[in-house]
């Protein structure tokens, strides 16, 4: 697509569920981002995905969290047993293997947990 | 490692008045560096990039930055501010060592920017 596509935009989940949150990258992108906005925290990375090389995971806060990227496009990141201190917007980014054409982002989705 | 520092979580100023984001960086490799900026429940929009070519780098909406090695510097700059400039804005520093690679972006915290009428 011509952007990156996060789904779903908003989800209020119960805690203790679990939570799936989606990205569709731009075609063609090597490299997937996982980031977690949250108030008073700033941007905080999460994962990162390489082509076919293992992630990059050392971003994630605890072994709740975790993601999957199936055939080298879409991105699952998935919560477990959601506690209330994981609420904050997840933003995906996709881009090329090179600094030179910058990383696109999603409109994010935005996860509360109550 | 990389970091990067904001100086100043808000800044405002007046409409046609100088704006100035200060971002300060530390990389051990040659850094690529970037501005983007977040309106209210949007996500983030790339301002502009430096990839160690010219030094001074345009971006969109009248917006630059100057890259200064000596002083680990990249702030942003635009001559006139105008009320749609209010937004939040993020320097962020790649850990990419070379430049045909990927990395992730490593943000600052942000500066919130008002603008006056």
């Given at each position: 697509g011509a952007g990156v596509s996060q789904s779903p935009s908003n989800k209020v989940t119960e805690k203790g569920k679990d939570v799936e949150l989606r990205c569709d990258p731009i075609?063609?992108?090597t490299a997937l981002y996982w980031y977690r906005q949250s108030l008073g925290q700033g941007l905080e990375f999460l994962i990162y995905f390489q082509g076919?090389?293992?992630?990059?995971?050392?971003?994630?806060?605890?072994?709740?969290f975790s993601a999957e990227r199936t055939g080298g496009s879409v991105s699952t990141l998935t919560i477990q047993?959601?506690?209330?201190?994981?609420?904050a917007v997840y933003l995906c980014a996709s881009s090329w293997d090179?600094?030179?054409y910058g990383y696109t982002f999603g409109s994010g989705t935005r996860l509360t947990v109550v | 490692a990389q970091s990067v520092t904001q100086l100043g979580s808000h800044v405002s100023v007046s409409e046609g008045a100088l704006v100035l984001l200060r971002c300060n960086y530390s990389s051990s490799v040659p850094p690529y560096l970037f501005w983007y900026v977040q309106y209210p429940n949007q996500g983030l929009q790339l301002l502009l990039k430096y990839t160690?070519?010219?030094?001074l780098v345009k971006g969109i909406n009248g917006f630059e930055a100057e890259f200064k090695k000596s002083e680990t510097s990249f702030h942003l700059t635009k001559p006139s501010a105008h009320m749609s400039d209010a937004a939040e804005y993020f320097c962020a520093v790649s850990?990419?060592?070379?430049?045909n690679q990927g990395g992730k972006l490593i943000f600052g915290q942000g500066t919130e920017l008002s603008v006056k009428p």
């Open positions: 075609s063609g992108h076919n090389s293992a992630p990059d995971k050392s971003g994630l806060p605890s072994d709740r047993r959601t506690q209330q201190e994981d609420s090179n600094q030179n | 160690s070519a010219a030094t850990d990419a060592k070379l430049e």
